[in-house]
């Protein structure tokens, strides 16, 4: 289980005058779902790709556990909002790749590991032998799904995973993320970007407000799971959340 430290965080990007994060500290404990949302520009990516180690501080920490991040590494797994898939490789290949990095095992045993999953995720023996280019954007995004969990990392970090496709398609990967999630053995921590007020609610343990680069509202979200889309907004204290996070996001205080 491995919890994420962002500590006294500075980002400032070359050739710019303003700071994209000032002074953020933030800890996502392990096995928790952490939802980061804002308005664009407010720090959420800058924010995620520290995390992935794609990006370093101008100053201060962002640490798994007690080691600090300083670059990409297998203990993360990362789901961006444009698919990420290579398109010169199937879709089993492109799960099956990442997965011989990481394992030692047989081909074979990698294969069915991999077939297992993307049946799991909905993609039938046509879908996996096909290319990327010839699946829908939600279709694409369920292998990128199916690849994040097969890698096993105790970290997930997602950037707008889910902006790119219709709502009904969102909402299926949504739940598709929860029950993946929910029958893991060890809950894997994710961090997620959303712009989506309802989306954070629904998968969140907590939704963190960004708002210029610092943090405005950090809230925990009580229901118990497995939620359900269509009784959530039920909750006791499901409104006024909503209303503060909506706040939040305004920039009001
Ligand atoms: N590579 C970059 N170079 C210069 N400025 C950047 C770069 N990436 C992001 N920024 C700036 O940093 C701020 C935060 O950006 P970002 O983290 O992408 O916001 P968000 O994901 O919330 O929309 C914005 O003002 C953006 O213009
Ligand atoms: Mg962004």
């Given at each position: 289980m491995s919890t994420i430290l962002f500590e006294d965080i500075n980002v400032k990007y070359d050739k710019t005058e303003q700071y994209a994060l000032k002074n953020l500290n933030l800890t996502i404990q392990a096995g928790q779902i952490v939802s980061l949302i804002g308005p664009s520009g407010c720090g959420k990516s800058t924010t995620l790709n520290l995390a992935s180690g794609l990006l370093t501080p101008t100053s201060g920490a962002v640490k798994i556990n007690d080691s600090e991040i300083t670059g990409p590494g297998l203990d993360r797994g990362v789901v961006f909002q444009n698919y990420s898939l290579f398109p010169w490789m199937t879709v089993l290949e492109n799960i099956t790749f990442a997965l011989k990095q990481k394992s030692k095992e047989p081909k074979e045993v990698i294969t069915k590991k991999a077939i297992?999953?993307?049946?799991?995720?909905?993609?039938?023996?046509?879908?996996?032998?096909?290319?990327?280019?010839?699946?829908?954007?939600?279709?694409?995004?369920?292998?990128?799904?199916a690849r994040m969990f097969i890698l096993d990392a105790p970290v997930f970090l997602m950037d707008e995973p889910f902006s790119a496709v219709d709502e009904i398609t969102r909402n299926q990967l949504q739940d598709l993320l929860l029950n993946l999630w929910e029958e893991g053995e060890t809950k894997k921590t994710v961090l997620v970007v959303t712009h989506n007020i309802d989306e954070?609610?629904?998968?969140?343990?907590?939704?963190?407000?960004?708002?210029?680069?610092?943090?405005?509202?950090?809230?925990?979200?009580?229901?118990?799971?497995?939620?359900?889309?269509?009784?959530?907004d039920q909750e006791e204290e499901y409104t006024k959340i909503r209303r503060e996070l909506l706040k939040a996001i305004s920039g009001e205080y």
């Open positions: 297992q999953i993307l049946e799991k995720v909905g993609l039938d023996e046509k879908a996996q032998k096909s290319f990327p280019s010839a699946l829908s954007g939600g279709m694409q995004q369920r292998v990128a799904i954070a609610i629904f998968l969140s343990d907590r939704v963190v407000v960004l708002h210029d680069g610092q943090i405005q509202e950090d809230l925990a979200i009580p229901f118990k799971r497995p939620r359900n889309r269509f009784n959530i």
